[in-house]
């Protein structure tokens, strides 16, 4: 419904899939791509209905960002799976039509490539367990791109409208959007076990960072680097299905005397070319 006449940008840029006929309330319409790549069509003030058509012969996986979200999606489909669409009926920043049963008539040879995506785990240890996922297309084509990302055991993500189901978080990055970001908690645990994916478009890095109340110990895949910020936060980028296994004790207290103190005070006199302090 537009409140005032003006442009609407549709679904789909120019280098995810390519509309061939577009209509308004029935009607053929013009439409118009800016350098973007993005369709748009003039609407005037109303209530409107927009189809937008196109092939998808010879295509396993579509892609399609979404200039404007809308409230909500239906979807019928035969022969397709659909990513992006929640069980409340809301969406993603974009969409994946991937299909299902593939056609056994012969396909012609595409040089295709799916985008290189990065993704970043950083696991803090602490009075509470937390971690931080940021995923981003290292790609300079912005080209859309889907991800299933597994959580950790005992992993509860906190930040709004990430969804996770079935033990993964799945995320679709459209054209327009680099990177995608969130929060969770961990439950802690005496050990915890980590396995990269084995995806040839996927690089993972894992980052630790333990606090003074645990003590960690690593085997398997060798890290990287030990340090950041004067800080010891080994980080690991494994190869695909490579795994890392890390084993957390709390340090145990050294045995001697014990001193209990009542009572303390603390004062400062400042001077003219020194300071006392004192403490009593």
């Given at each position: 419904n537009m409140e005032i006449a003006g442009a609407?940008?549709?679904p789909g840029l120019i280098n995810e899939w390519r509309a061939s006929q577009v209509l308004i309330d029935g009607k053929p319409a013009e439409a118009m791509r800016n350098k973007e790549g993005t369709l748009w069509v003039n609407l005037p003030q109303g209530p409107h209905q927009v189809m937008v058509a196109g092939s998808v012969n010879n295509r396993d996986s579509i892609n399609l960002s979404l200039p404007v979200?809308?409230?909500?999606?239906?979807?019928?489909?035969?022969?397709?799976?659909?990513i992006g669409l929640r069980e409340d009926g809301g969406i993603e920043a974009g969409l994946v039509l991937n299909r299902?049963?593939?056609?056994?008539?012969?396909?012609?040879?595409?040089n295709e490539f799916p985008p290189l995506v990065?993704?970043?785990r950083t696991i803090s240890l602490g009075l509470q367990w937390t971690s931080h996922v940021r995923v981003s297309r290292e790609s300079t084509d912005p080209v859309a791109s889907n991800l299933s990302v597994p959580l950790l055991p005992g992993e509860s993500v906190l930040t709004p409208d990430i969804q996770s189901r079935d033990g993964h978080v799945v995320i679709s990055l459209p054209a327009h959007v680099t990177s995608v970001e969130w929060d969770s908690t961990l439950k802690p645990s005496h050990s915890l076990l980590l396995t990269a994916a084995k995806l040839g478009d996927v690089v993972e890095q894992w980052r630790f960072k333990v606090g003074p109340q645990w003590h960690a110990e690593f085997s398997g895949a060798?890290?990287?680097?030990?340090?950041?910020?004067?800080?010891?936060a080994p980080l690991w980028q494994p190869w695909p299905g490579e795994e890392l296994k890390a084993i957390f004790t709390k340090p145990q207290g050294v045995p001697g005397q014990s001193l209990t103190i009542d009572r303390s005070a603390y004062s400062i006199s400042p001077?003219?070319?020194?300071?006392e302090l004192r403490l009593e």
């Amino acid at each position: 419904n537009m409140e005032i006449a003006g442009a609407l940008p549709l679904p789909g840029l120019i280098n995810e899939w390519r509309a061939s006929q577009v209509l308004i309330d029935g009607k053929p319409a013009e439409a118009m791509r800016n350098k973007e790549g993005t369709l748009w069509v003039n609407l005037p003030q109303g209530p409107h209905q927009v189809m937008v058509a196109g092939s998808v012969n010879n295509r396993d996986s579509i892609n399609l960002s979404l200039p404007v979200k809308p409230r909500r999606l239906e979807s019928d489909l035969d022969g397709w799976d659909l990513i992006g669409l929640r069980e409340d009926g809301g969406i993603e920043a974009g969409l994946v039509l991937n299909r299902i049963s593939r056609r056994h008539e012969e396909k012609e040879l595409r040089n295709e490539f799916p985008p290189l995506v990065l993704v970043e785990r950083t696991i803090s240890l602490g009075l509470q367990w937390t971690s931080h996922v940021r995923v981003s297309r290292e790609s300079t084509d912005p080209v859309a791109s889907n991800l299933s990302v597994p959580l950790l055991p005992g992993e509860s993500v906190l930040t709004p409208d990430i969804q996770s189901r079935d033990g993964h978080v799945v995320i679709s990055l459209p054209a327009h959007v680099t990177s995608v970001e969130w929060d969770s908690t961990l439950k802690p645990s005496h050990s915890l076990l980590l396995t990269a994916a084995k995806l040839g478009d996927v690089v993972e890095q894992w980052r630790f960072k333990v606090g003074p109340q645990w003590h960690a110990e690593f085997s398997g895949a060798p890290p990287i680097h030990q340090q950041t910020e004067n800080q010891w936060a080994p980080l690991w980028q494994p190869w695909p299905g490579e795994e890392l296994k890390a084993i957390f004790t709390k340090p145990q207290g050294v045995p001697g005397q014990s001193l209990t103190i009542d009572r303390s005070a603390y004062s400062i006199s400042p001077g003219l070319r020194n300071s006392e302090l004192r403490l009593e």
